[in-house]
């Protein structure tokens, strides 16, 4: 074997056993109910050895002492009793074993959502958002049946087949020894079945994050493909995607099978000696039926615990490869925010930028070396090309990242020293793709200020000139939006986004791109709803367009990462009409 191999497959086994060493963890913090699931599984097993004795000792004398089926009636009613004992105990497990489940994905969850909340933009720069979705998604619930059935199983494997030999064992010693050397060949060949699907199961839950990242797009760019007529190339691409996925499905179902067959030949095979053992002693007569009978009965059961365990390898299997997904991620370090407890002074902030650099990935990308002041109640537009550094400069306004070089200052404060809650809540940050939920238009426009009154709403659609357009819709503010939004037009959503940010009463707003795509009417609405906005606060806008420019009080040009210069508003068109 290489060298490079050898790395490999210790790169391998290391990954796998950080993985399952989380899963145990997350385990432990339901151990109480897993105790419960197992003790109620090894009752169950006690109520069939009852029932076993007692179904043997009713043949033993109707068949072989000739008494009358009323002599066994009341073994008949404990039979019963039994019976409905093991359904009251299979109730209660599902019940634990349900519940379990639910403790187990909604702590998984939980902790994925705080974490991909604190990672932020930044910390989850590289991440595609399709494999990070299956993996909050599918990727949870491939945990419950490792914890739920794998964990139960495998303590179940060491107890329930002891517990059922020394059981046997007095009655027929012989055929304990068949059941004792035959059993390892069970979880022996799981293993080794298991092994080599260890693999298939890895491979098949990376096509099946590829593919669900892929179907994300698709459904994003619908539009474009339709109009430029690539649909049925698409549609090819998701058909061979899928038939490699199907494949991969079927090979992995391949070996399942294969250990199902060994598990069952196994205990097939050893059931069957010990009946021939049985036989020949009841032949000879060294043997009672009812012996006999008992032993035949709990031979099935004895090699039932260790069939469910090498059935729910799989379930292991499947666990691990979600898990290797999950746990490098809740194991993300956070990126660098916020170290103080600072509170922001109130009033408009004047905000210094001193040397600050910032690279995606460390070289892709970014801003270098910026000084930039943005004095307070004053509006300055980031103007430049596209890829310039204006969304990535205002992203380390507002937090979303921290400079890699270099300070923000705000009223002479490093940023960094700010207590977190408190500046921003004195934000208001308005994306060129404004975020709404599938809620009413009241839920989002008080997303930022819940306890918003009707006056501060009302004055804020007014000021955005979104009062008339929510007055025609047939709810008003209670009418139900669609998904990002859907149900209003672009120019709405960004008069909403602007009433929002109103409503919010933040010191600093920063805007990206707020007419970008625009008609002239609505810009014209929106650039007249930011006027109204600024007042009295700190406005950091990413603009080109000329009728958000000549509104500004300065304006701040970008270029490959650099604030090249600092202009009025009015000094700027005139040199860019000059360039015309």
């Given amino acids: 074997m290489t060298e490079h191999s050898e790395e490999s497959i210790d790169g391998i086994t290391k990954r796998d056993n950080s993985a399952e060493g989380w899963l145990l963890a997350e385990a432990r913090k339901i151990r109480g109910l897993l105790a419960s699931i197992i003790a109620l599984a090894v009752a169950i097993g006690l109520l069939v050895v009852f029932q076993a004795?007692?179904?043997?000792?009713?043949?033993?004398?109707?068949?072989?002492?000739?008494?009358?089926?009323?002599?066994?009636?009341?073994?008949?009613?404990?039979?019963?009793?039994?019976?409905?004992?093991?359904?009251?105990?299979?109730?209660?497990?599902?019940?634990?074993?349900?519940?379990a489940a639910a403790r187990v994905k909604q702590t998984v969850r939980s902790q994925l959502y705080r974490k991909i909340q604190a990672l932020g933009p930044a910390g989850l720069a590289g991440d595609e958002a399709g494999p990070l979705i299956e993996t909050v998604t599918k990727g949870v619930d491939e945990l419950e049946p490792y914890v739920t059935r794998f964990l139960p199983q495998l303590f179940l494997a060491a107890i329930l087949p002891l517990m059922f030999l020394i059981i046997i064992v007095p009655s027929e010693w012989r055929s304990g020894l068949v059941l004792l050397f035959s059993a390892p060949f069970i979880p022996l060949f799981m293993i080794l079945i298991g092994r080599g699907s260890e693999k298939l199961h890895r491979r098949q839950w990376s096509r099946l994050s590829r593919m669900a990242g892929h179907l994300l797009d698709l459904v994003q760019g619908l539009p474009d493909l339709i109009i430029f007529g690539a649909t049925k190339k698409e549609a090819g691409v998701v058909a061979r995607v899928s038939d490699e996925y199907r494949s991969a499905t079927m090979a992995v179902l391949r070996v399942a099978f294969l250990s199902a067959f060994a598990l069952e030949f196994f205990a097939t095979v050893g059931t069957a000696v010990v009946a021939v053992l049985v036989g020949f002693r009841l032949l000879w007569g060294s043997l009672s039926l009812g012996e006999g009978l008992f032993v035949l009965l709990m031979a099935p059961e004895f090699y039932l615990p260790l069939r469910n365990l090498g059935l729910s390898y799989h379930s292991r299997m499947q666990g691990v490869a979600a898990a290797e997904r999950i746990a490098p991620l809740l194991a993300k370090p956070l990126p660098e925010g916020f170290a103080g407890s600072l509170l922001p002074q109130s009033g408009p902030p004047a905000v210094l930028f001193e040397g600050v650099s910032f690279r995606y990935g460390g070289n892709r990308g970014g801003v270098t070396g910026v000084d930039m002041d943005l004095p307070a109640g004053s509006i300055t537009v980031l103007a430049g090309e596209s890829g310039a550094g204006k969304t990535t400069l205002a992203r380390l306004l507002v937090g979303l990242a921290r400079p890699e070089s270099g300070r923000i200052l705000i009223n002479g404060h490093d940023l960094t020293l700010?207590?977190?809650?408190?500046?921003?809540?004195?934000?208001?940050w308005v994306p060129q793709i404004p975020y709404f939920t599938s809620g009413t238009v009241r839920e989002n426009l008080l997303l930022g200020r819940p306890d918003a009154d009707e006056r501060q709403i009302t004055t804020a659609l007014e000021a955005a000139s979104a009062r008339q357009f929510i007055g025609d819709l047939p709810f008003g503010l209670d009418t139900p939006l669609g998904d990002r939004g859907a149900g209003l037009s672009g120019g709405e959503l960004r008069r909403l986004a602007l009433a929002r940010a109103y409503v919010r009463q933040a010191t600093l707003v920063v805007l990206d791109e707020p007419t970008a795509g625009l008609d002239p009417e609505n810009e014209r609405l929106v650039c007249q709803a930011l006027e109204k906005l600024a007042r009295g606060r700190t406005v950091l806008v990413i603009s080109h367009r000329e009728e958000t420019i000549s509104r500004a009080e300065r304006v701040a040009e970008m270029i490959d990462g650099r604030i090249e210069r600092v202009v009025s508003s009015a000094e700027f068109l005139s040199m860019r009409e000059v360039a015309a």
Avoid: I, K, Y
């Fill in 418 to 428: 700010l207590d977190a809650d408190s500046w921003r809540s004195r934000l208001a």
């Fill in 53 to 99: 004795r007692l179904l043997a000792t009713a043949c033993q004398r109707v068949v072989m002492q000739g008494e009358g089926v009323a002599s066994v009636l009341p073994l008949a009613g404990l039979l019963v009793l039994l019976a409905a004992g093991r359904c009251l105990c299979t109730f209660v497990l599902e019940n634990r074993s349900a519940a």
